[in-house]
């Protein structure tokens, strides 16, 4: 049974684009069949950091209007062979998006036998973002240990509540994971960032992992690679952490705690 | 804090009252007038002048024809004053507006509470005291004496922001927690069993001797009756993340401590 997971945060610039990548190649490199779709019509990114932008032909918008199929506008990821990228439009706006149009090409993904339909959704709670989640069985909240970003993602999950298919329709609520973005365990001891346990008495929802806040990141925006395929990483491992747990295995959480660089660091050295 | 009465002739508020929703399965008033006096079981006073919806939705498919002045003039006859129909038919509300009732979509978000009213009111009771109906419109303090209060409304999931939940007509029971730009409104008493950030309302159609429980208190803002109190310097220190209560002495909101004893 395919399960379509929303990526979302309310608030933009926390790692929602990041995340979906390196989640659904990470899904992708064990073998699952998988397609990411960008929702952000209008601010597409989604390609960029799959590295994918040169060869989008047809997007998302395209298919639900009827103007291209699945098949023509779904690209094949450049490292994984079960891995499909679906483009967002970048001239049109969001409101391009009908509701029926999305459960089309949904319905049509899950008949091609995909396992996994990730949804990257564009920030804010408007269009865009409602039909990102509206059809979603489960939600990764992404959330940066800052009370904005809380706050917004706190909303974000209150919106699922009540505005996804499976709310409205009164089936099994959306199944919902906090993932922790941006985590500095050193700002969190000096008191300036809130730790994964505040934002999780806020949230309240099942914490999934923690990505610590780490350049590789960046490297890996510029390069057009998702980061979990930098191996070695501290982002990279944390990230197949995720995919790991999402499959149902027990991982224990790292990245937590900040030591000061001691001996043992400066021998073998963690970057 | 709270305004000085003003000096106006009119002044506008928002209000909210309790009515009893007459949900119809019989167009026919003699049926209808027997199934009241069956109801009533006789007691004159038993319903007590309240508002009443006449819900038509259960027979408005079958295209009856319904003699509203017949049906307003015979639940007044039991005291019950028909103010809104819900649930009418487009063709009916020509007739409907003639009588002077208003229309009621029903859009309200307070469904369960709607439904606890509803199914009082429609449920044919035994006569005599078996149980009384929904509750009487609750005129500003003084408890109605022949009224047993309505289940408290009981919220099991977290309230988030940009979320709002209205018990109306009762008390609000929470147990998990309220979050910042949330907002929490109760006719009744407020009770959170976790943490309660943002906006708590309690007594919100007038009862001053509403309160807000809690066991661990830090809202942005708290109201009893109206009158309001902002914590924008910062929920006091030595009470909050704590039980306590919060109520209204003359027309102030006081905070105590639950764990204090006297």
Redesign the interface.
């Known amino acids: 049974m395919a399960r379509i997971i929303v990526v979302t945060s309310g608030k933009g610039g926390v790692g929602k684009t990041t995340s979906s990548a390196s989640f659904s190649t990470g899904l992708a490199l064990r073998g699952h069949k998988t397609a990411v779709l960008d929702f952000d019509v209008g601010l597409r990114n989604l390609d960029l950091i799959m590295g994918c932008e040169r060869r989008v032909v047809y997007d998302l918008v395209n298919v639900v209007n009827g103007e291209a199929t699945l098949n023509q506008a779904l690209i094949k990821d450049k490292h994984c062979d079960n891995l499909f990228i679906l483009p967002a439009s970048q001239t049109r706006d969001k409101d391009a998006l009908s509701e029926d149009g999305i459960e089309r090409v949904l319905n049509e993904l899950v008949k091609m036998d995909f396992e996994f339909i990730i949804c990257d959704s564009p920030a804010g709670i408007e269009h865009g973002a409602l039909m990102a989640l509206t059809f979603a069985d489960e939600a990764l909240i992404v959330t940066n240990p800052e009370v904005s970003s809380v706050?917004?993602s706190?909303?974000i999950?209150?919106?699922i509540?009540?505005k996804s298919r499976r709310a409205q329709t009164g089936g099994e609520p959306v199944k919902e994971h906090l993932l922790i973005t941006r985590y500095s365990p050193k700002r969190v001891e000096n008191d300036e960032m809130l730790s994964y346990q505040d934002v999780q008495?806020?949230l309240?929802i099942p914490l999934i992992g923690i990505i610590p806040e780490s350049e590789s990141v960046l490297h890996a925006s510029n390069q057009g690679n998702p980061a979990i395929h930098f191996k070695g990483t501290d982002v990279a491992e944390a990230y197949e952490d995720v995919v790991a747990r999402f499959l149902g295995e027990e991982r224990p959480l790292r990245f937590t705690n900040y030591e000061k660089p001691g001996l043992l660091q400066r021998l073998f050295g963690t970057k | 804090m709270s305004k000085s009465p003003s000096s106006l002739p009119i002044e506008i508020k928002i209000s909210t009252v309790v009515a009893i929703s007459a949900i119809l399965h019989s167009s026919d008033p003699i049926a209808i007038d027997a199934a009241l006096k069956q109801m009533t079981g006789g007691v004159s006073d038993f319903f007590e002048d309240e508002f009443a919806v006449i819900d038509v939705g259960a027979i408005a498919a079958g295209a009856t024809y319904i003699d509203w002045r017949a049906l307003v003039d015979l639940l007044k006859k039991y005291r019950l004053n028909a103010v809104a129909v819900r649930g009418a038919t487009a063709d009916m509300i020509d007739a409907i507006k003639a009588r002077g009732l208003a229309l009621d979509d029903g859009a309200g978000g307070d469904r369960a509470r709607e439904d606890v009213a509803a199914a009082s009111a429609a449920v044919t009771i035994a006569p005599a005291q078996a149980s009384a109906p929904a509750p009487a419109p609750q005129p500003v303090q003084a408890p109605a004496p022949h009224t047993v209060a309505l289940p408290a409304m009981i919220v099991d999931t977290p309230v988030r922001a940009g979320q709002r939940v209205y018990a109306r007509g009762c008390d609000l029971i929470i147990t998990a927690a309220v979050n910042n730009g949330a907002e929490i409104i109760a006719d009744g008493s407020i009770h959170v069993y976790a943490p309660m950030h943002g906006r708590a309302l309690a007594g919100a159609s007038g009862n001053a001797d509403s309160r807000i429980f809690g066991l661990s208190l830090q809202p942005e803002l708290v109201s009893i009756a109206g009158v309001y109190r902002t914590f924008d310097d910062g929920f006091p220190a030595e009470l909050a993340r704590q039980p306590a209560q919060i109520r209204l002495v003359g027309d102030r909101i006081d905070i105590s401590s639950l764990t204090s004893h006297r």
Do not use: K, V, Y
């Open positions: 706050r917004d706190d909303r999950l209150g919106i509540q009540a008495e806020i309240r």
